[in-house]
DNA sequence: ATCGCTCGGGTTTTT
DNA sequence: CCCGAGCGAT
């Protein structure tokens, strides 16, 4: 059914008028005709009729690079212009914030400042939205509590520890994993309770916990991650009216990434998309309901561990009777080269619809692969290609370094920093996961959200203020005692008759929140968080303290604050949990700022929807990737060979794939194989710059940094090594901090460089602590090296 | 209550 | 290897 192309008047609001006048439509032409063809140039046919298809429900399907995002930004932009929605009735979800940003950006760059009227978000942040609104109806408040993956385990610990499941083999992790995985199903503690055996002492004392749970985070008016997608479908269900408020106001919903939307998921779009029912009875309706348009690709689904379902993308067409599948095949992005690698490994993926892309821009340049003898060396072939790529003109921002799993930026970073090559890390170790981020945050949800106990105990004796375990304890009982949250049971600590110490410790953190509560109300979010840090004495604490990292702490929770003022310049009416919903839902790729100036170091995972000129793949192994977890798990190969071919067409011009012959871990260093992924690439796409034969091999020509070492172990064939002994390896980078802060380098100086040998200094940059040696190896060839770390000694 | 020591276990990927 | 839990000393 095609969609009649009428606004609703009733959603003409003087604002979105005026926006309507800065769009950039001939005010002459009311039919949009002329800016069709503009939305239009430049696309092939079937993108063409992506954007322009009209009814109830289209599936793109997008292979890698195919130009997704132009059709859809563009499709988005013909809606508008042609007047079929006002911004207000669209409804777009994309897979990160930074793609919504850049979705937006590009809408408002087609058809100007209308586009901030629509709703471009994630699954999670649109979810917010609506339970932020929502919550009343449902016994939560609007300043609920967003509880991530740590938090939610934090709370599980404590409960197994209560309920002595610890002895049954409940750990944290795989109570919350089994939780997050029900949820995404878009069960409950009751629905799962009805169908487990209650005669199974485990089934019994797993409903248990997931019961104290599911109590917990509404005693917190708190949702963890999945909540805020299940409890919204829930909140749909269960009242017809507040889910007809939706239906009736998005009249276009797009989803982005399609293939990797789990059950709750899918269940939300499906209420969204539902018409709107008149009354309670949903026999009488006025609308047929949105128009969806999902884009995706299942060759690229690699989140099925998080409850993603491919069949929703498969079995579209069942789902929606009379859907529209369009297939975009030409890829914008990469070398016929990158693509037919991309096609060949994908091919071995059976159970799926044969799909090639290729491309119109010709072979390009071959694949280069390496094998490293560790994993530092191959980190070192990583730098040393970049810094080459670099020298020939690409800047470090167009170059990323992806990997399986992040214990693997260890090595990477050791080199990088060594040799004075910008870089980033996206996602890993997270800012917002640091402990004392965690506590700083602790202080503003205690004061945003009083009934958030989870929150409060954590910064109860953070900074120590002789409130132990205890104390804590009692104060707990005494809260359940007297029927009082936690924080009403802190102001009536004088009841408990604690030593006058441990009172007043109590009784002042209780009125410092008060305090910050009070401040609240001002709108200063930045404000708030300094007084509650600084008179708390959390500041105060790290910088006191003997350890040299409280100092980094203590800078770490400065920089919070410098985030929440740029908070405030961004939002002049955000509100205290705004800051704090934007702070819960950052995703691993939301900070990458392509004006960085350098190079991208990331998951596999994260760098799916990304691209770059040049890419490494590194750890391109058995046991790595595919993961030795995923061996054993149904379908799991198969999901580790998407991973791969996700990896493989980020590339635009060059790929570089690499791997070691023997890999670190937990200290111990073991044998590693190459990926049964690599024979699945054509051998003449490659061009090995050392083959995993050839490092097996003795007598092989030994590039680079090899060279320097080689002496040291010369004629012990590695092959010949018992596998599992634990050996030095030469270019072992030793964990002892290196200082040659005051080593005076100077153009001609010779020098010796552990891995590299000897070499004469060309010039040195940079200035203090980053000063930075050009150095030519007399066999390692030329490096730069950061002169304060580089284990080097002047000769 | 807090500190410091030892021991054991552990991450595959993320909103 | 690195972190957290658990324990004994202050």
């Known amino acids: 059914m095609a969609s009649t192309p009428e606004p609703n008047p009733q959603s003409a609001t003087p604002v979105i008028v005026d926006g309507w006048h800065t769009a950039s ?26 954007v322009l298809y009209r009814g109830q429900a289209l599936l793109i399907v997008a292979g890698a690079g195919s130009g997704k995002t132009s059709v859809l930004t563009r499709r988005i932009a013909s809606l508008l212009e042609n007047r079929e929605a006002w911004p207000s009735q669209i409804l777009a979800i994309t897979f990160t914030n930074k793609a919504a940003a850049e979705m937006r950006e590009r809408v408002g760059a087609l058809v100007g400042r209308v586009a901030e009227g629509m709703w471009i978000s994630t699954f999670h942040s649109a979810c917010v939205r609506i339970l932020r609104r929502e919550a009343e109806n449902f016994g939560f408040t609007k300043n609920f509590t967003i509880y991530d993956s740590s938090d939610s385990r934090v709370l599980i610990k404590r409960i197994i520890k209560e309920q002595g499941a610890d002895v049954l083999g409940f750990t944290p992790a795989n109570v919350s994993a089994k939780i997050s995985k029900l949820k995404n199903e878009l069960a409950d503690v009751d629905s799962y ?69 789990n059950h709750a998921q ?42 993603a379902d491919i069949r929703n993308i498969v079995e579209f067409e069942r789902d929606f009777p009379g859907a529209k599948v369009i297939l975009l095949e030409q890829n914008y ?36 692969g390496y094998t490293g003898y560790s994993g530092h060396d191959e980190a070192q072939f990583v730098a040393d290609e970049i810094e080459k790529l670099h020298r020939e003109g690409m800047p470090y921002s167009s170059i990323a370094v992806f990997y399986r799993t992040n214990a693997q930026t260890r090595a990477l970073e050791e080199i990088f920093i060594r040799s004075a090559l910008p870089y980033r890390i996206m996602g890993g170790t997270k800012f917002y996961e640091r402990a004392e981020i965690k506590d700083a945050m602790g202080y503003l949800v205690s004061v945003a959200n009083p009934q958030d106990t989870l929150a409060l105990r ?57 305090e910050g509560a009070a401040l609240v109300a001002e709108g200063k979010v930045a404000d708030v968080l300094s007084t509650l840090v600084t008179k708390s004495g959390l500041i105060e604490s790290l910088r006191r303290s003997h350890d040299p ?55 596999l995972h994260t760098a799916k929807g990304l691209e770059y000129d040049a890419v490494f793949l590194t750890g391109i192994e058995e046991d790595l990737l595919p993961h030795r977890m995923s061996a054993s798990e149904p379908g799991g190969p198969a999901e580790e060979r998407r991973l791969f071919y996700v990896g493989i067409t980020r590339a635009k011009k060059r790929l570089f794939l690499s791997l070691a012959m023997t890999r670190a871990q937990y200290g111990e260093t073991a044998v590693a194989m190459p990926s049964r992924y690599l024979q699945e690439i054509p051998g003449e796409l490659i061009e090995w710059r050392q083959s995993p034969g050839m490092a097996n091999s003795r007598g ?41 802060g005051s080593l005076e380098l100077a153009a001609g100086d010779r020098i010796r460089h552990s891995d590299f040998g000897e070499g004469r200094v060309q010039t040195v940059t940079g200035e203090g602590a980053k000063r930075i040696a050009h150095v030519q190896f007399e066999s390692a060839g030329f490096k730069k090296l950061l002169i304060k770390i580089a284990p080097i000694e002047k000769l």
Not at 25 to 50: C, V
Not at 491 to 509: D, M, Q, Y
Not at 586 to 600: C, E, I, N, Q, Y
């Open 458 to 514: 954590r910064i109860l004796n953070t900074p120590k203020r002789g409130i132990g375990p205890a104390t804590e304890t009692q104060l707990f009982r005494f809260a359940e005692d007297n029927n009082l949250t936690f924080r009403e049971a802190m102001r009536e600590a004088a009841a408990l008759g604690l030593g006058p110490k441990v009172t007043n410790a109590i009784l002042s953190l209780s009125a410092l929140l008060d």
């Open 25 to 50: 439509i001939p005010s002459s032409d009311p039919s949009g005709q002329s800016g069709e063809s503009r939305l239009l140039e430049g696309l092939n046919p079937q993108q063409r009729e992506a």
């Open 266 to 307: 899918y269940s939300l779009i499906r209420e969204l998309t539902r018409p709107p029912a008149l009354d309670d009875n949903a026999l009488i309706t006025t609308s047929p309901g949105a128009s969806l348009t999902v884009v995706g690709d299942s060759d690229q689904s690699i989140y099925a561990f998080r409850g």
């Open 549 to 603: 990292q409280d100092e980094a702490r203590a800078e770490n929770i400065e920089e919070l604050i410098a985030v929440a003022r740029e908070f405030e310049r961004n939002n002049p009416d955000g509100e205290l949990v705004d800051f704090l919903t934007e702070v819960s839902l950052v995703a691993a790729a939301d900070d990458l700022d392509d004006s960085s100036g350098t190079v991208s170091l990331m998951t």
């Open 193 to 261: 309770a009805r169908n487990a055996n209650m005669e199974d002492p485990n089934e019994a004392a797993f409903v248990q916990i997931f019961r104290a749970y599911t109590r917990a985070l509404t005693a917190a008016n708190a949702f963890d991650f999945d909540d805020l997608i299940g409890q919204t479908v829930y909140l749909f269900r269960a009242f017809p009216h507040v889910a007809a408020t939706y239906q009736n106001r998005f009249k276009h919903v797009l989803v982005d990434e399609y293939q990797d939307t």
């Open 700 to 740: 092989g020509t030994q590039p680079r940094a090899l060279n320097a070492n080689r002496t040291k172990w010369n004629g012990t064939d590695l092959a010949t090594k018992p596998l599992t002994e634990k050996r030095d390896w030469p270019n072992r980078i030793t964990n002892q901090v290196r200082d040659n």
């Open 333 to 368: 992005r990469s070398t016929q080269n990158i693509l037919t690698a991309a096609n060949s490994v994908i091919a071995n993926n059976f159970d799926r619809k044969d799909k090639k892309l290729w491309t119109a821009v010709g072979d390009g340049e071959k694949i280069v």
